[in-house]
């Protein structure tokens, strides 16, 4: 068929050659078989006696079912939008939670900072300056609240009778 009629479709030069094979095992087993081939080809599906890839065979099924194509495409770029804009999202989310834990140390500093001046200037009578950030300022925190005033009834004054022997009241 192919020799006779080079442009004639694949697919209908396939079920020609297969309903005029010579072998009789390769033929079409029936007229049913072989009608159900034609109105196949005339419909525009998978053909078997044409043996296809899974490309041309949706190939096929989007030129018969464009709508249904139209719709699940249109689906598809929806999701990878949507995909797209929340990987941004998430991004911006990152980035402001990190701006805004850096902000609240910072704020932490300060207020670490702030503390350890008073309570220097309250154990020198308010003439020391306040010491300087880094380990200096852990160090002058941690030298202010052990000598901060111990009450009778604070935590730090009950343990540290305790630690001494004494009992827990006076």
Request: a positive charge.
């Amino acid at each position: 068929m192919r020799d006779l009629r080079a442009d004639a479709p694949p697919e209908l030069a396939a079920i020609c050659e297969k309903a005029m094979s010579r072998i009789r095992e390769e033929r079409y087993g029936s007229a049913i078989d072989l009608a159900e081939d034609l109105q196949a080809f005339l419909d525009g599906r998978v053909v078997r006696a044409h043996q296809t890839g899974a490309l041309a065979e949706f190939k096929k099924w989007v030129l018969r079912n464009k709508a249904t194509a139209a719709a699940a495409a249109a689906a598809v770029v929806t999701l990878a939008a949507l995909a797209a804009v929340q990987t941004f999202a998430k991004r911006e989310v990152t980035a402001a939670l990190k701006n805004e834990e850096a902000a609240l140390k910072a704020t932490q500093i300060t207020l670490a900072d702030s503390y350890t001046a008073s309570a220097c200037r309250r154990r020198s009578g308010g003439n020391t300056p306040a010491p300087s950030s880094g380990t200096t300022r852990r160090r002058s925190w941690r030298r202010a609240i052990r000598s901060a005033p111990r009450r009778a009834g604070s935590a730090r004054g009950r343990s540290a009778r305790w630690r001494r022997g004494h009992s827990a009241r006076p």
